[in-house]
Every structure is written in structure tokens, then in C-alpha cells.
């Protein structure tokens, strides 16, 4: 299903509810979803080239963690 019936979907179940308390529930997560990619800001390459420094520095240092280990420490998660 593509976005635009997805969207069309869930406007039609929205208009079905009846419960204030879920309706106020979706309207905070919109809020907060929005508000999220709103702030986002494509990096400057000044920015882009001091992270990318960074992260060189930081793997010649050893401070990183092999995707294997991470993916370890992950199913410990619960």
C-alpha cells in the first residue's frame, strides 16, 4: 500500500473515534513527531568534515564498537 492510501486509511479511522483520550494520545505523538523533523538541519560540510575528523580520530584511538559486538550488546537489551 503506498503512502498516500495509507494516509487516506488512517484519516478515515481517525474520524471514527470517539475517545477524547485517544484523540488527544495521537494528537501529542503528531506533535512530537513533527516537532522532530522540523528541527532537523542539513550539516554545513564545515560540520560534516569535523565529524567525519572525529570519527577517524576516534576508530585510530580504538574508541568504537565492532558492528559484531553491537549487535551482542543489542540482544542483552530487554
Known amino acids: 500500500m503506498d503512502i498516500q ?4 486509511e488512517f484519516v ?3 474520524l ?3 475517545s477524547e483520550e485517544v484523540i ?4 501529542k505523538l503528531l506533535k512530537k513527531e513533527t516537532a522532530k ?7 554545513t560540510m564545515e560540520e560534516l568534515n569535523a565529524r567525519l575528523d ?3 580520530e576516534d576508530f585510530r584511538n580504538g574508541r568504537y564498537i565492532s558492528s559484531e559486538d553491537l549487535l551482542k550488546e543489542i540482544k542483552g537489551w530487554k
Not at 488527544?24 to 494528537?27: G, H, Y
Not at 523533523?37 to 550539516?43: A, I
Open 54 to 56: 572525529k570519527s577517524e
Open 24 to 27: 488527544s494520545r495521537l494528537e
Open 16 to 18: 471514527k473515534l470517539q
Open 37 to 43: 523533523t522540523r528541527d532537523l538541519k542539513p550539516f
Open 5 to 8: 492510501s495509507r494516509k487516506i
Open 12 to 14: 478515515q479511522e481517525f
